[in-house]
Nanobody
Framework: QVQLVESGGGLVQAGASLRLTCAAS????????MGWFRQAPGKEREFVAT????????SYARGLQGRFTISRDNAKNTVYLQINNLSPEDTAIYYC?????????????????WGQGTQVTVAS
């Protein structure tokens, strides 16, 4: 099983950009599909993006592609989430997750391991 640690969150102004990082350790990172989810205050956790184990395939929640970009560097055991043009509606705790499959996974039930999350707060 991999262990995941997110970083890169913070308090930013609307219109800013952030790059979230998820560092993995443990099992062979390149065998795992990875995903990002977020949970806003008072709301359920929702899918944001996923990338295949190879990094060649990705998928995004409807409405987020364009501002959100998921990528991974298997040599560094790291997955990233670039978020551009942030709005207050993006305020949430962002979690990365690992799935022991190679293809992209959009359902949270498909993930085996979760990080502790990183807080993103966007001020208007």
């Amino acid at each position: 099983q991999v262990q995941l640690v997110e970083s890169g969150g913070g308090l930013v102004q609307a219109g800013a950009s952030l790059r979230l990082t998820c560092a993995a350790s443990g099992r062979i990172f390149s065998n795992y599909a990875m995903g990002w989810f977020r949970q806003a205050p008072g709301k359920e956790r929702e899918f944001v993006a996923t990338v295949s184990a190879s990094g060649l395939s990705s998928s995004y929640a409807r409405g987020l592609q364009g501002r959100f970009t998921i990528s991974r560097d298997n040599a560094k055991n790291t997955v990233y989430l670039q978020i551009n043009n942030l709005s207050p509606e993006d305020t949430a705790i962002y979690y990365c997750a690992a799935a022991s499959v190679r293809d992209t996974v959009v359902e949270d039930a498909g993930y085996d391991t979760w990080g502790q999350g990183t807080q993103v707060t966007v001020a208007s």
